[in-house]
């Protein structure tokens, strides 16, 4: 039963993750609410989404113990950011949704960010994302930035937050 799955590892993503990723984020945006993706991927639109439009730095799945996917974290430069900035976006499989997968995860792409001399971590995050919010707050994210009124496909108009998270010291960072 699902009810006792367990982090099994925190590891990169393996070429034969890629359409167990695909399913658990369209069953997230088939959920609606929770991220600015609102429309489903094709394996190939993921491919493309997540490894060819990005310049990514690192992405990590978290594993149960039968081998399952719980969630992954993407970790990529945008070119909106400054350039030791990076921006990160998660998410957790809601069926049923694990307790502590978002924090495994995090830890590790934390590490990685530093490894990589990434100062600060950016989360775009819609406002009525309750639960990514306060997820990121828990990790020690605060909110920078409230882009308003960003328009959904159906119309409707949801503001976006936008949060960061300094990976390196300001005496190591050059003070940012």
């Known amino acids: ?15 034969e993750d890629i359409p167990e990723l695909c399913e658990l984020l369209n069953e997230i945006i088939k959920m609606g ?32 113990t039968e081998g ?8 990529s430069f945008h070119e909106q950011l400054p350039d030791d900035w990076a921006d990160i976006a998660t998410f957790v499989s809601t069926s049923p949704r694990l307790s502590g997968v978002g924090t495994a995860l995090f830890a590790e792409t934390a590490r990685l960010a530093d490894k990589y001399e990434i100062n600060t971590l950016n ?24 882009e308003k009124d960003v328009p959904l496909k159906n119309g409707r108009l949801v503001d976006r937050i936008y949060m960061r998270y300094p990976v390196r010291h300001a005496e190591t960072a050059g003070g940012n």
């Open 1 to 15: 039963m699902g009810s006792n799955r367990i982090i099994g590892a925190i590891r990169p993503v393996r070429d």
């Open 68 to 75: 399952e996917i719980l969630g992954f974290q993407v970790l």
């Open 123 to 146: 989360a775009a995050i819609r406002a009525d994302n309750v639960g990514g919010i306060a997820y990121y707050e828990k990790m020690g994210f605060s909110m920078y930035k409230v």
């Open 33 to 64: 609410g929770t991220t600015a993706l609102e429309t489903r991927f094709t394996v190939s639109g993921f491919i493309d989404h997540f490894f060819n439009q990005q310049i990514q730095i690192s992405c990590t799945v978290a594993e149960g």
